[in-house]
């Protein structure tokens, strides 16, 4: 989205987003979201979609830091509990509002009102999205920016910048994707039919069809249709910032702008030193700004492309155009979309990841950790259906929200014991695990407030065959530093490579077929935070840990936010509220 100026505009702006209440440079800003079910044609071919005030993706949401964000969120869902998970914001001294079901929070009921209040304490790019069964896949996300306050700037110059919010849809129902993850035999989701931005998308016809070899016609928009690309408009010899958002469910994606360099500056809220790629890696859970210099030749226009990565691909690149203002929008660009690299090539994904350091300035991580936790992620069997465990615990979520379970001491609300700090040493990552079978948990690790923890997420191969996927891991409540990638497992002296002077601050890293990823973090943000697979279905189906800390230092959590299970029925019966 262009940033709008003028105060004519801001109010306009307050309008379109439901404000109640929006001034320039306030500090509370209120929002009412209505989330429903609603017909829309995001690729052309009519869906039911997820979406708030009659908007999908839903309305993007502009602060600056240190402004508070009060949202009155409705669930007119009719047969089905939500919540909104405020992705990237840390929710310092707000942990009940981070919103995630049977975590933070009792899921809301249809019909029920809930307000979630917090403050946005750091600039950057973040985005919402549910956080109750499979909501995301359905379509309930969307933007999120933060800005610095009124006369601060950026450590970098642009003109002007655009958002792009990416996602993924099928033509199946999520309440259908849900039951054959859920089912024996096990039914995958299959790969997404199409691939969005800012939801938009093309099934049945193809932008590009007269440049690549395609059996889909030539898309023939005649106006007002919502599946039309968002074109970007542009002038020439201008930087613009990008702010980039993955929030699909399944798919890793590629993005490139056809004749045009990108810089790399921001990843998941935090500054980045600089640097140049022809194309980007982008994994769901993942937000960055990049750089664009509009120095190609200005009587042309050129592809924005995204395509997946990870996955062997079942869907057509994404695909929007970027208009220099000098010529007319309805002019196609006069060569092919820029080709997205091979699925496969993780190589090449490695090596864009690996070049994203911390900028100069940025908080470096503690010399030395306090606890150490491994965690192999596996494909497993429970009872002849299909989960993926950690330490061969699959997560299950309990009926009472951990919050309030911890800080009343309702201790038979979920398994005391804690899950497993490692896992065997003698186990085979490159091959089907010897005993598929798993058991079901819902643990906690407990942290003492202020240890710095180091957490190594160790992959594996799948269940049967030989292969082992890509998985984005995205921690609630805080950013972790990244020390490192490896190959192979994780073996002692490892810990010699990691680094300790640039290391990038982020709120999700990928794990690496067959290999290793490093992290820490200081458990300083007294909570319960999911630390989880930002993949939707492998969430749902199990892969996934929860971290608690100082919940003895959380103040009053609002009575709407545990009103199920065994907290509301004790919260009430002992005069708490």
């Not at 979630?116 to 995301?136: A, E, L, N, S």
């Not at 007269?210 to 408009?233: S, Y």
């Not at 699909?248 to 990843?267: C, G, P």
Request: proline share 7%.
């Amino acid at each position: 989205m262009v940033r709008i100026m003028g105060l004519k505009a801001v109010f306009v702006w307050c309008i379109w987003l439901g404000l109640i209440q929006c001034s320039v440079g306030g500090r509370v800003r209120h929002y009412r979201f209505d989330v429903e079910y609603m017909m829309r044609k995001p690729d052309c071919l009519e869906h039911v979609v997820m979406g708030i005030n009659g908007q999908f993706p839903g309305p993007s949401i502009r602060a600056e830091v240190g402004d508070t964000l009060d949202i009155a969120l409705t669930n007119k869902l009719f047969t089905e509990g939500t919540v909104i998970h405020w992705h990237g914001i840390r929710q310092v001294g707000t942990p009940w509002a981070d919103g995630t079901a049977a975590i933070s929070q009792c899921a809301i009921n249809p019909g029920e009102t809930f307000h979630y209040r917090f403050i946005v304490d750091r600039p950057g790019t973040y985005f919402y999205h549910g956080h109750y069964g499979m909501q995301r896949s359905a379509g309930l996300y969307g933007s999120l920016i933060v800005d610095l306050p009124k006369g601060q700037n950026e450590p970098f110059h642009y003109d002007d910048e655009f958002n792009l919010l990416l996602s993924d849809l099928w033509h199946t129902s999520s309440h259908e994707q849900e039951v054959g993850l859920s089912s024996i035999p096990f039914k995958w989701i299959g790969e997404p039919q199409s691939l969005l931005i800012n939801g938009r998308g093309q099934f049945n016809c193809s932008l590009a069809a007269k440049f690549i070899n395609t059996t889909l016609p030539q898309c023939q928009f005649k106006g007002g249709e919502e599946c039309a690309p968002q074109i970007i408009h542009v002038e020439p010899n201008k930087t613009y910032r990008i702010r980039i958002s993955s929030t699909t469910s399944l798919a890793s994606l590629n993005l490139a702008v056809s004749n045009h360099k990108l810089i790399v500056v921001e990843a998941d809220g935090n500054y980045v030193t600089p640097f140049v790629v022809d194309d980007m890696d982008i994994y769901s859970g993942e937000s960055y700004s990049v750089l664009l210099r509009t120095d190609q030749d200005p009587k042309k226009n050129y592809w924005l492309s995204i395509g997946v990565r990870g996955r062997k691909p079942n869907t057509p690149q994404g695909l929007t155009i970027l208009n220099y203002k000098t010529i007319s929008a309805s002019v196609f660009p006069t060569s092919p979309p820029p080709l997205t690299p091979l699925w496969n090539d993780f190589e090449r994904s490695k090596a864009f990841t690996k070049k994203i350091i911390a900028k100069m300035g940025t908080p470096q991580p503690p010399k030395r950790s306090d606890r150490t936790i491994f965690l192999l992620n596996t494909q497993n069997r429970i009872d002849g259906f299909t989960k993926w465990s950690i330490n061969n615990l699959s997560l299950t979520l309990p009926a009472t929200p951990y919050l309030g379970s911890i800080k009343f001491k309702l201790n038979n609300a979920f398994d005391q014991t804690p899950p497993p700090v490692t896992f065997p040493q003698d186990y085979d990552i490159f091959n089907p695990p010897v005993n598929p079978n798993s058991t079901i948990g819902n643990g906690v690790y407990k942290f003492n407030l202020n240890e710095v923890i180091d957490v190594i997420l160790q992959n594996a191969n799948q269940l049967s065959g030989n292969g082992s996927e890509i998985h984005p891991w995205h921690l609630h409540g805080h950013d972790f530093w990244v020390l490192g990638y490896g190959e192979g497992k994780f073996k002692q002296g490892d810990e010699k490579r990691f680094n300790l002077t640039h290391a990038p601050l982020r709120n999700t890293a990928v794990i690496f077929p067959y290999g290793w990823t490093a992290l820490r973090f200081k458990a300083d943000n007294p909570g319960v935070w999911a630390f989880h697979c930002h993949i939707e279905p492998h969430l749902h189906m199990g892969m996934g840990v929860i971290f608690a800390e100082g919940v003895h230092k959380v103040g009053k959590i609002p009575r709407e936010a545990l009103t199920c299970g065994l907290a509301g029925k004790k919260l009430v019966e002992n005069g708490h509220y």
